[in-house]
């Protein structure tokens, strides 16, 4: 095309995406100048946002521009293919294409193969067991590989029957490099389906069985006959739905999905995503604002924060985002693209053909796909598929390709250059403030509270990063906490006017966030926060400032299943309350129900959140009957205040003994109130969690004969559940019946197998194997730690494990070895560590076990215990100094630690010497 410019005549090929990816930037393009020039947009920042059901405009104008740009780059890619592909160079494209994809597949085999769970050091948390590439989300590696495996087997069909390998092996040489090719694409197709296999992703194994048999009846039925292409796809279509009906995983998987809408499902989303679709049906919420609307809509049966990135199904969330209009557009590309494939298939050569065919299954994957997840996320995905569709008008040719030719005199010549340089000037302008706005700032785009914790960076940067990216809200809502926490501590520190001058520069940050992304419920929690900090009055009492409390509640109104604007408005109520003398028992008691209310409704979203704030409860009432307004209806969050109190029961045992007890008396109250409620739902899933917990809570306060009564009436009452059996062998090894307890944890693993609880299963085993170690039985100890190992080969407790019983059979060398390796697949565990570097000093390597605490000490400064067995390693190398120093420093963490004590007064020094 360049080359046509300079020559003065321009030839444009034409393809079906054209258009609507051209219609598609232009809707997302009016949304983004609508929210830009404020056309129908709430005029007050503060006030609650509304969606209109005919109003072209977008609720996050910063993530509209960036979807915006996306979809510009799609569009340049996919034109740039389209003018750039030839039908004479169509098998070096392809073997590109596919060589591109082996890479990472390549990389992702050799990882999984060697146990290593990382992306080039990055650790992947997510999918640990199962083959994920280069790709974060093992499901979309899936697409990827589904897409290349098409392609690959395509063009090795096609390589193989067609003329083109005859003609390539009929020139000098040519024999040699046709081989080569076909054992190219024959090696890929293979890598692709092995790894699509190991990533066990049962919606992306489907997709791509589905996408082979259509191109394989496609490619039987074009070159013998429409019926024999049809009879392969019912075959293939029956062969694939029986063996997905055999296979349990993906039965119970469909159980789940169809009649489980819960956060284990997709139901639930899609039906959000579809209340979201009625409140903004025409033009939807705007190009690429999913994230942003979604937990407005989110409800109480899935969890915080699940589904809010992406509808899992594609077309759901095009509805949502860019309404029917959007829809339409998408439909129209998929229309245009099979129609226009379907009439020139039967004019191209068979390679051409096969590819054809190949491109057309890569995009039938990504589809069938899309329609349970969200693949074209990943740009990978995306720019693989967008490549693909490019190359399909050399693949097919003849009656496909469409061109315009247009002769170009000189002036038409320079503008068209200068238009073109005009338009990369500007995209590279704007991706370059972009991107150096993120760089100055220095932190990732975290959601949430995350920022909260994000480092606090340099105010100039800051602000250089805010006018670079004025659109963005995350710098004023950083700029926001910095201003804060600097108020914060000037009122601590009692000067009064710089803090107000610092929390008003905050107040006026966040409301500049607000603005900027008014469905985020952050920046308006932290304003109300702050303006209960600010105001020295009851709530509302202060004419001209927005109440806290309003603000508190537009925040939850916002994002209803977001338990960070409740839990905030419970401390701050809490606190407020606590501060209430005797002649303020009205206000005080206004605020402790407005306390109660949000910490009811945080705790009915994150039950995690009841030892922070039933602890701050404690602190404004010692009354611990009044923890109980603290709760949502259900016994499970009666269970976890008795569990709190349980452990702050234990936490005071040897400091304060008699608050010990009260705690214990209220923790066992609170059981028995969780297991009255349990039994009140009638459901004995609830019922057996209850009895459980308290079971475990009697064997932590050295009742274990009251938990094994306890849990074996439960047996009795409820039937065989591995909760139970779990407790029930426990507490037969704290009684010391160690001959009883090795059947009751076989048949707590057998339960715990045969319900699909490998967590528990694995704490049993392990378990079991501390059983065989204490009886002494080392044979069977190391055959259970085998079992362990069997479930997660990653778990290195159970190499220490391996090398105890190695010691315990006599083969230290062994030992030593399973120590090593220990350290090696768990290096982040500092139990697995510190265990090892015992090992290894009780064996006299005094420099590798000092390495080892020298790892965990700086790792975790505060931990007094590593820092007292490197003060041993230095006293045994005699460095007395350096033992001193640790010494000091575990006696600081621990005050009057014995041990600490003893120690410097044998190397001659005082407790604050250096």
């Known amino acids: 095309m360049v080359g046509g410019v300079v020559r003065g005549r321009l030839v444009v090929r034409a393809h079906p995406w054209h258009l609507p990816l051209a219609l598609l930037g232009s809707l997302g393009l009016a949304q983004w100048l609508a929210a830009v020039l404020g056309l129908g947009g709430a005029q007050d920042p503060l006030a609650l946002p509304q969606l209109a059901p005919t109003r072209i405009s977008t609720t996050s104008p910063w993530m509209t521009r960036s979807a915006l740009v996306q979809v510009l780059a799609y569009g340049v890619l996919l034109f740039i293919t389209v003018q750039a592909a030839r039908r004479r160079y169509l098998r070096h494209g392809v073997l590109l294409l596919v060589g591109s994809a082996a890479l990472p597949t390549v990389y992702g085999l050799v990882q999984h193969a060697a146990g290593n769970a990382s992306i080039f050091g990055y650790v992947n948390r997510y999918y640990p067991s199962r083959l994920f590439g280069t790709f974060i989300n093992a499901n979309h590696f899936a697409t990827f590989l589904g897409m290349s495996a098409s392609i690959a087997t395509g063009a090795l069909i096609g390589w193989v029957v067609s003329g083109e390998r005859r003609q390539l092996e009929a020139a000098r040489g040519g024999t040699v490099v046709a081989w080569l090719v076909g054992l190219a694409l024959a090696t890929m197709t293979a890598l692709f389906v092995v790894a699509l296999v190991l990533t066990r992703s049962r919606a992306g194994v489907a997709s791509a069985a589905l996408g082979l048999g259509v191109l394989l009846a496609g490619l039987v039925g074009s070159l013998r006959g429409r019926a024999w292409g049809l009879g392969l796809a019912g075959a293939w279509l029956g062969a694939s739905g029986l063996g997905v009906w055999m296979t349990p995983q993906v039965r119970e998987r469909l159980v789940i999905l169809l009649d489980q809408p819960t956060q284990e499902g997709r139901l639930a989303a899609w039906e959000a995503t579809l209340q979201m679709v009625s409140a903004a049906p025409v033009f939807g919420t705007g190009l690429g604002t999913y994230r942003a609307v979604f937990p407005h809509f989110q409800q109480a049966s899935l969890a915080p924060g699940l589904f809010q990135n ?59 796909h899309s329609l349970t997840d969200f693949p074209l996320r990943t740009p990978a995905n995306a720019v693989f598929a967008v490549v693909a569709a490019g190359l399909l008008p050399s693949a097919l040719g003849g009656g496909a390709i469409r061109e315009s030719h247009t002769a170009l005199t000189w002036r038409g010549r320079a503008v068209l250059a200068l238009a073109g340089a005009a338009l990369l000037g500007l995209a590279a302008a704007a991706a370059g403030r972009e991107a150096l706005a993120e760089r100055l700032d220095g932190t990732e785009d975290v959601a949430d509270e995350a920022i909260l914790t994000a480092p606090p960076g340099d105010e100039s940067r800051l602000l250089a990063s805010r006018a670079l990216d004025p659109a963005r809200a995350r710098y004023p809502l950083r700029l926001a906490e910095m201003y804060a926490q600097r108020g914060y501590r000037h009122v601590q520190d009692g000067t009064g006017d710089e803090a107000r001058s610092w929390l008003e520069r905050a107040a006026r940050q966040y409301e500049e966030a607000i603005r900027l992304d008014p469905w985020r419920a952050l920046p308006r929690a932290r304003l109300a926060w702050l303006r209960g900090v600010m105001d020295a009055t009851p709530p509302g009492a202060e004419a001209g400032r927005p109440d806290p409390l309003l603000l508190f509640r537009s925040a939850m109104a916002i994002e209803p299943r977001n338990p960070y604007p409740p839990r905030l408005l419970a401390l701050w109520a809490l606190r407020r309350a606590g501060g209430f003398g005797s002649d303020g028992a009205r206000e005080r008691e206004a605020l402790l129900e407005v306390g109660y209310s949000a910490a009811r409704r945080a705790l009915g979203i994150q039950a995690t959140l009841i030892p922070e704030l039933a602890g701050l409860a404690l602190e404004v009432s010692a009354d611990y009957r009044q923890l109980v307004r603290l709760l949502p209806d259900g016994p499970s969050s009666r269970i976890d205040l008795a569990g709190f109190l349980n452990r702050l029961s234990l936490r005071l045992e040897g400091t304060e003994p008699a608050r010990s007890q009260e705690l214990w008396r209220a923790a066992m109250a609170a059981f028995e109130d969780g297991t009255s409620a349990a039994a009140r739902t009638g459901r004995a899933g609830a019922l057996i969690q209850a009895q459980a917990a308290h079971a475990s809570a009697l064997l932590q306060h050295h009742s274990a004969e009251q938990a094994l009564a306890l849990v074996r009436r439960a047996r009795e009452t409820l039937g065989a559940a591995p909760e139970l059996a779990t407790v029930e062998a426990r507490a037969l090894v704290a009684l010391g019946r160690l001959g009883e307890a090795e059947p009751a944890y076989r048949d707590a693993i057998a339960l715990a197998a045969r319900v699909g609880q490998g967590g528990r299963q694995l704490h049993l085993l392990e378990g079991l194997a501390r059983l065989y170690e204490r009886l002494p039985a080392p044979e069977r100890a190391l055959a259970t730690w085998r079992e362990v190992l069997g479930l997660n080969p990653r778990e290195g407790e159970a190499h220490v494990g391996m090398g105890r019983a190695w010691d315990a059979l006599g083969q230290p060398e062994r030992a030593l070895a399973e120590y090593r390796t220990g350290v090696a697949v768990s290096p982040h565990d ?74 410097l007064a044998r190397l001659g020094a005082s407790p604050s010497s250096p």
């Open 310 to 368: 992406a509808a899992h199904n594609e077309l759901l969330e095009v509805l949502a985002t860019v309404g029917v209009v959007g829809l339409v557009i998408t439909a129209v590309a998929v229309c245009r693209i099979v129609g226009w494939v379907a009439r020139p298939m039967s004019e191209t050569d068979r390679f051409g053909k096969a590819v054809g065919w190949g491109i057309l299954a890569a995009l039938l994957v990504l589809f069938l």
């Open 830 to 903: 500092a139990g697995v560590r510190s265990r090892v570097a015992d090992a290894l000093f009780q064996r006299r390597l005094y420099g590798e076990a000092m390495a080892h605490w020298e790892v965990l000490v700086r790792n975790n400064p505060e931990d007094a215990d590593a820092h007292l067995r490197l003060a041993d390693g230095h006293e045994r190398l005699g460095d007395p100094a350096e033992a001193r120093r640790h010494y000091v420093e575990a006696l600081r963490l621990v005050p009057g630690n014995a041990r600490a004590q003893s120690a």
